[in-house]
C-alpha cells in the first residue's frame, strides 16, 4: 500500500541554523512526492514536488527537499530557519493505482517545525 | 490565495443535521478532491472528482455524498451528522495528470454539538 511517514511530531531549531524535516515513503510504482505547509486556521500551500529527474528539488520560500531512492526518503530542507517557517509540514504521495486522472494525495501525519529567535 | 474558494468559513450545528459545503476550483482545473483533517484521523482523503464524474473514493462515510456541477464547482453533503464529524473539510484542485500539485482551498471548519 501506498504511504508516507513522518517520524517526528516536532523540530525544534535556532533561526539562522539549518533545519531538516525527515519523510519516507512506501509506494509500488514510480513515487509522485510532494510537501506542503499549513499555518494556523488556514489551509495546505504547496511547497515542492519530486516527480522525476534530479534528486535535489527547489521550492517555494527557499524550501528544497532531497529525494534518495535507496532510502526511500524525501526530506525537506532549509539552509537557514526563520521564526516565520514555524508552522505544520506535511509530506504526501500522489496515489497513482487506478484509472487515469485519479491521483489522490496520502499525507503523512504531519511535522509541527519550531523556529525561535 | 491558491485560487480554491470555500463557503462558508465555519459552520455549527447540531447532530442529526444535514449541511452542504461548497467548493470553487481553481480557473481552468477539472480535478477537484475533498479531504477530511481531523485531530485523531490526520489529513484523510475523502473523493475526488473529474469534469463531472466522481474518479475515485477514500474512507468516505455514507452518509457523506458530493457531486461536481457542469461550471465544475463542487458540493459536499454530510448528513445524519454526528460529533465526530466535527473537523476541517479541505476542497483541492488540480490540472489533469499525476505530475501536477494540488491546491488546497482555506477549508471549512465544521463543528457538530
Known amino acids: 500500500a501506498q504511504s508516507v511517514a513522518q517520524p517526528e511530531d516536532q523540530v525544534n531549531v535556532a533561526e539562522g541554523n539549518p533545519l531538516t524535516v525527515k519523510c519516507t515513503y512506501s509506494?509500488?510504482?514510480?513515487?509522485?512526492l510532494f510537501w506542503y505547509v499549513q499555518y494556523p486556521n488556514r489551509g495546505l500551500q504547496f511547497l515542492l514536488k519530486?516527480?522525476?529527474?534530479?534528486?535535489l528539488v527547489k521550492g517555494s520560500y527557499g524550501f528544497e527537499a532531497e529525494f534518495n531512492k535507496s532510502q526511500t526518503s524525501f526530506h525537506l530542507k532549509k539552509p537557514s530557519a526563520l521564526v516565520s517557517d514555524s508552522a505544520l509540514y506535511f509530506c504526501?504521495?500522489?496515489?497513482?493505482?487506478?484509472?487515469?486522472?485519479?491521483?489522490?494525495?496520502?499525507f503523512g501525519q504531519g511535522t509541527t517545525l519550531q523556529v525561535k529567535p | 490565495d491558491s485560487g480554491v474558494t470555500q463557503t462558508p468559513k465555519h459552520l455549527i450545528t447540531a447532530t442529526g443535521q444535514r449541511v452542504t459545503l461548497r467548493c470553487s476550483p481553481r480557473?481552468?482545473?477539472?480535478?477537484v478532491y475533498w479531504y477530511q483533517q481531523s485531530l485523531d484521523q490526520g489529513l484523510q482523503f475523502l473523493i475526488q472528482?473529474?469534469?463531472?464524474?466522481?474518479?475515485a473514493k477514500g474512507n468516505i462515510l455514507e452518509r457523506f455524498s458530493a457531486q461536481q456541477f457542469p461550471d465544475l464547482h463542487s458540493e459536499l453533503n454530510l448528513s445524519s451528522l454526528e460529533l465526530g464529524d466535527s473537523a476541517l473539510y479541505f476542497c483541492?484542485?488540480?490540472?489533469?495528470?499525476?505530475?501536477?500539485?494540488?491546491?488546497f482551498g482555506p477549508g471549512t471548519r465544521l463543528t457538530v454539538t
Open positions: 483541492a484542485s488540480s490540472a489533469p495528470g499525476l505530475a501536477y500539485e494540488q491546491y
Open positions: 509506494v509500488s510504482g514510480n513515487p509522485y
Open positions: 519530486y516527480i522525476t529527474g534530479d534528486n
Open positions: 504526501a504521495v500522489r496515489d497513482d493505482r487506478g484509472s487515469g486522472n485519479t491521483g489522490k494525495l496520502i
Open positions: 480557473s481552468g482545473d477539472l480535478s
Open positions: 472528482y473529474y469534469n463531472g464524474e466522481e474518479r
